[in-house]
């Protein structure tokens, strides 16, 4: 019933800042908990942040990333600032039905096809 469209990634300089966005459709968009995951390349799908009514963050990026959600417009953010070439990796776009943001990717009902994120050094 939910898709969802990532956009947003690119090729930036260590240092640098991206803001990603991921737009989801259907009408039940504020009931849902938002998270955004990462995958580099021979690495396990990681949780990077979350948001239900509160807001979650991976260790590796509280302080420099924010994740936010504008209901209106069936948005969810990822501002990233400070990138660091470990940053680099595909960021995944994901919903969860129930109104509690999980670490684990099995507890995301719907997905996005992700996007490219590249910190060069």
């Known amino acids: 019933q939910v898709q969802l469209v990532e956009s947003g990634g690119g090729l930036v300089q260590a240092g640098g800042s991206l803001r990603l966005s991921c737009a989801a459709s259907?009408?039940?968009?504020?009931?849902?908990?938002m998270g955004w995951f990462r995958q580099a390349p021979g690495k396990e799908r990681e949780f990077v942040a979350g948001?239900?009514?509160?807001?979650y963050y991976a260790d590796s990026v509280k302080g420099r990333f924010t994740i936010s959600r504008d209901n209106a417009k069936n948005t969810v953010y990822l501002q990233m600032n400070s990138l660091k070439p470990e940053d680099t990796a595909v960021y995944y776009c994901?919903?969860?039905?129930?109104?509690?943001?999980?670490?684990?990717?099995?507890?995301?009902?719907?997905w996005g096809q992700g996007t490219q994120v590249t910190v060069s050094s």
């Open positions: 994901a919903a969860r039905r129930i109104h509690a943001v999980v670490r684990t990717g099995s507890g995301y009902d719907y």
């Open positions: 259907g009408r039940s968009f504020s009931s849902y908990a």
């Open positions: 948001i239900s009514s509160s807001t």
